[in-house]
């Protein structure tokens, strides 16, 4: 029953997020492209007159690779009608006023009936592979998309090295790179080991393509099918306090990924690195003694880092908050 009712709200969120903004918020123009077969980045970027570089970073690519059905924010143009201002028209277009003051060459906020607005795209924040996001951009961007491989597992790490005293506010990318640096020159990895990315305040970082299967140290039967999530601190008791924000983000997120991969919370579904035997590569759940384990994602992580902690304080809120996320969105 648990399994049917979470499928339901998948279905609906899924169904909602094909509807365009523009026609959620009463606009008849929509500037979300669905992605055809055999549509490449340059054919999309000559047909909406704008550049590969600005639709990547416009829509988080990490790549050229584009799967049919994917969606792009593409630029537009549109003309005003009663009751518009730019701040409806740049909410209902994913633009900002500032954009589109600047592309019109605009000196005010007046704008007029029957007037053609040049509507550019707001661009995320992007360093090489990585995207930087709020919880906002971020599911957008998760419902937009489209991948090319089966997703069943969420894993959830913190990363103990670096932790909270190494967060200084803005050095999201430079963290990100030290990771990549430590995976592939000492771990001998491919990439960055996680295919995402929470911080402190809140924000999440999109870092191993979501088309790779994640690297680490508990072994390809927990990465296969899995994204996995390293939120930065060290989260063991007597160490980093988790503020907030970045529970917040964490308990979204995963909610997020519950309903874009149609999976109920579960020890299934949603799994810790402590439940994993670092030699064996096998699952062995709350069952440690004798086995060689980490704490990770902490013992003060939502309560604990045992499966009766998930089921009892971490599950629950994830589940609520997909229940919140769909009911928004109808």
Not at 235 to 242: A, S, T
Request: glycine share 6%; with cysteine; net charge positive.
């Amino acid at each position: 029953m648990k399994k049917i009712s979470v499928l339901i709200l998948s279905f609906i969120l899924l169904v909602i997020m094909n509807i365009s903004p523009s026609k959620a918020s009463g606009y008849n123009h929509s500037n979300l492209y669905d992605v055809k077969p055999g549509d490449t980045l340059w054919k999309i970027a000559s047909k909406y007159h704008t550049s590969i570089e600005d639709l990547k970073v416009t829509n988080g690519l990490q790549s050229d690779l584009l799967l049919t059905g994917q969606k792009l924010w593409v630029p537009t143009t549109y003309v005003v009608v009663s009751g518009d201002t730019l701040w409806k028209i740049s909410n209902a277009y994913n633009s900002s006023v500032q954009l589109i003051k600047a592309a019109n060459g605009l000196k005010s906020d007046y704008i007029y009936i029957g007037q053609r607005l040049k509507i550019p795209q707001r661009k995320l924040n992007m360093q090489g592979q990585y995207v930087l996001m709020t919880r906002e951009e971020f599911k957008d961007w998760l419902f937009h998309h489209k991948f090319n491989r089966d997703i069943r597992l969420i894993q959830q790490h913190h990363t103990w090295q670096p932790a909270y005293n190494d967060f200084k506010g803005t050095n999201y990318f430079t963290m990100l790179k030290g990771m990549e640096n430590f995976h592939v020159q000492e771990m001998k990895w491919k990439n960055i080991a996680q295919n995402l990315t929470t911080f402190p305040d809140g924000k999440i970082a999109v870092s191993r393509p979501f088309n790779m299967e994640p690297e680490g140290s508990i072994g390809p039967k927990a990465n296969a099918g899995a994204i996995m999530i390293e939120n930065i601190g060290n989260f063991d008791i007597g160490h980093d306090v988790m503020t907030k924000e970045q529970k917040e983000t964490i308990v979204y997120m995963t909610a997020l990924l519950s309903l874009k991969f149609g999976l109920t919370p579960s020890i299934d579904t949603i799994t810790y690195h402590h439940w994993w035997d670092l030699n064996t590569k096998e699952r062995v759940l709350d069952n440690s003694k004798g086995y060689s384990v980490k704490t990770c994602p902490g013992t003060g992580f939502f309560g604990g880092n045992s499966t009766t902690a998930a089921k009892t304080y971490f599950y629950p809120q994830v589940k609520r908050k997909m229940q919140e996320i769909t009911a928004s969105l109808q």
